[in-house]
């Protein structure tokens, strides 16, 4: 198989595609937010072929079953990056993990996207400025529900991502490249594997993948968006500063381990614990 966009419906084409085969991925898809959430500075989100404005529960069913057939795909020892966020419709929330978790997925961590802007900006609440983004890890055997450890370069970014929406590309909804970028490599590190993005719009997770040097699939349902999509990956030079400046984060001037044998962890721990006990 090589890299490539796919037109089509995500559930019939994931359908097509090979059991445990992928090593990761990475999607947003539309949120059902019922084409009707604006504000003083923001439009009505509304996609190209996409329907975004289903009944509550047929929406949710379909979201357990593509994320089932990610499952199925996805190798074991795999994970898959989740951006979806917390909805209200007519004062009801709506909340990711209410179908995650009726899915064959084990949800290794729930990530908290500040995205430092409002997108829907009324006063019914605190204004929301986050996402989630749920890593969700398929399990190697029944015993195994931890997974492999990150390296502490990727580790340190902590649970709470701060970067904010892409705003050149022309899509209704894109995040940045630096969110699939930073999945992509803390998974993967230094080895190469197969990525998959069910509804890549206009191509973010493949770009990043194709940065990384790794091979990938992205479906969407808009022929629009897939020729933006096309049009990023073959003039990726472009957004080469926004790679360089996410690949750069991954850093770490010396790990635990490299502290404790040089002694710096214990002289920590002893100045922290005089601290302590001042306020004892």
Request: with cysteine.
């Amino acid at each position: 198989m090589e890299s490539k966009l796919i037109l089509g419906d995500t559930l019939t084409e994931l359908k097509k595609l090979p059991d445990n085969f992928f090593d990761v991925g990475v999607t947003s898809p539309p949120y059902n937010k019922q084409e009707n959430k604006k504000g003083w500075l923001v439009k009505n989100v509304k996609y190209d072929k996409a329907c975004d404005k289903k009944e509550e529960k047929q929406y949710q069913e379909e979201q357990i079953d593509v994320l089932n057939e990610l499952f199925r795909i996805i190798k074991p020892g795999g994970s898959f990056f989740y951006n979806h966020k917390i909805r209200w419709e007519k004062g009801i929330l709506f909340h990711p993990i209410q179908w995650i978790s009726k899915t064959y997925w084990n949800l290794r961590q729930e990530i908290i996207w500040d995205r430092m802007i409002a997108a829907n900006i009324r006063g019914w609440r605190f204004w929301q400025v986050d996402e989630r983004i749920y890593w969700l890890y398929k399990p190697k055997n029944s015993k195994d529900f931890i997974g492999e450890e990150l390296d502490s370069k990727h580790a340190l970014l902590t649970s709470i991502w701060r970067f904010s929406p892409e705003q050149k590309i022309e899509h209704p909804a894109p995040f940045p490249l630096a969110l699939p970028v930073r999945c992509i490599f803390s998974i993967l590190n230094e080895n190469k594997g197969w990525v998959i993005d069910p509804y890549c719009g206009s191509g973010t997770t493949c770009l990043a993948a194709q940065l990384l040097e790794n091979p990938f699939i992205g479906i969407d349902i808009s022929e629009e968006y897939l020729k933006i999509a096309q049009n990023r990956l073959q003039n990726y030079e472009q957004e080469l500063d926004s790679f360089y400046t996410e690949l750069s984060k991954h850093k770490v001037n010396k790990t635990f381990e490299e502290r404790k044998k040089e002694g710096l962890w214990k002289n920590q721990a002893k100045t922290e614990s005089k601290i302590n006990n001042l306020f004892e």
